[in-house]
């Protein structure tokens, strides 16, 4: 057996053994969606980030895992909940959710944006300023939390209301922490 094929058994199977197999997948890079502004929507010059099966199989209470690995990384302020059936979006937050029940089919980006589905075990990040909405869901459970416990805003894409979003934006600090990942990965080499 030469020595990467030793290395690879010797991370992976003590996390198989454990019920983990999930563990390995999520190293793997996340998918990266970008969005433009629509006008309405401010959307992000950053990507939102999409980690799938994140959560390890077998957690028994996922919820409060997701929660745990957010604080860990310093995204704070959770919640647990659903995600608003309208199109809206965050100025003064950076936000993640992590599904730990159900499905749902998540509209992004706004009107012009993606629909996506996401399931239990996903967990997405979304840069202040990326549009969200649910557009349809089954059973779901969320866990959102913000970037250094940061207050959230909720802006609609209403007349009016960009130029305190814009100010807003222009003036928050990019994470120096993924939620999932840590400082080492995901958005600290992403969002640059």
Same mark, same amino acid.
């Given at each position: 057996?030469?020595?990467?094929?030793?290395?690879?058994?010797?991370?992976?199977?003590?996390?198989?053994?454990?019920?983990?197999?999930?563990?390995?997948?999520?190293?793997? =890079?996340?998918?990266?969606?970008?969005?433009?502004?629509?006008? =309405?929507?401010?959307?992000?010059?950053?990507? $939102? &980030? $999409?980690?799938?099966?994140?959560?390890?199989?077998?957690?028994?209470?996922?919820?409060?895992?997701?929660?745990?690995?957010?604080?860990?990384?310093?995204?704070?302020?959770?919640?647990?909940?659903?995600?608003?059936?309208?199109?809206?979006?965050?100025?003064?937050?950076?936000?993640? &959710?992590?599904?730990?029940?159900?499905?749902?089919?998540?509209? $992004?980006?706004?009107?012009?944006?993606?629909? !996506?589905?996401? !399931?239990?075990?996903?967990?997405?990040?979304?840069?202040?300023?990326?549009?969200?909405?649910?557009?349809?869901?089954?059973?779901?459970?969320?866990?959102?939390?913000?970037?250094?416990?940061?207050?959230?805003?909720?802006?609609?894409?209403?007349?009016?209301?960009?130029?305190?979003?814009?100010?807003?934006?222009?003036? &928050? !600090?990019?994470?120096?922490?993924?939620?999932?990942?840590?400082?080492?990965?995901?958005?600290? =080499?992403?969002?640059?």
């Amino acid at each position: 057996m030469d020595r990467k094929k030793i290395l690879n058994f010797a991370l992976v199977f003590p996390f198989t053994m454990l019920g983990l197999k999930s563990f390995a997948k999520a190293q793997s =890079k996340p998918s990266v969606y970008h969005f433009n502004d629509d006008g =309405k929507i401010p959307n992000s010059k950053f990507p $939102l &980030l $999409l980690y799938r099966n994140a959560i390890p199989q077998n957690t028994k209470h996922p919820s409060i895992w997701l929660i745990e690995k957010f604080e860990a990384n310093n995204w704070t302020n959770s919640w647990r909940n659903g995600i608003y059936s309208f199109h809206h979006y965050h100025s003064t937050a950076h936000e993640v &959710l992590g599904i730990y029940r159900g499905s749902a089919s998540v509209h $992004l980006g706004g009107e012009k944006g993606k629909i !996506v589905k996401v !399931v239990a075990g996903d967990i997405f990040v979304i840069p202040a300023g990326v549009g969200h909405k649910n557009v349809e869901s089954d059973d779901l459970g969320v866990v959102g939390a913000y970037f250094n416990g940061n207050d959230w805003d909720l802006k609609k894409g209403l007349k009016g209301e960009r130029p305190e979003a814009d100010n807003n934006l222009r003036n &928050l !600090v990019v994470p120096t922490s993924d939620p999932y990942l840590g400082n080492t990965s995901g958005l600290t =080499k992403l969002w640059v």
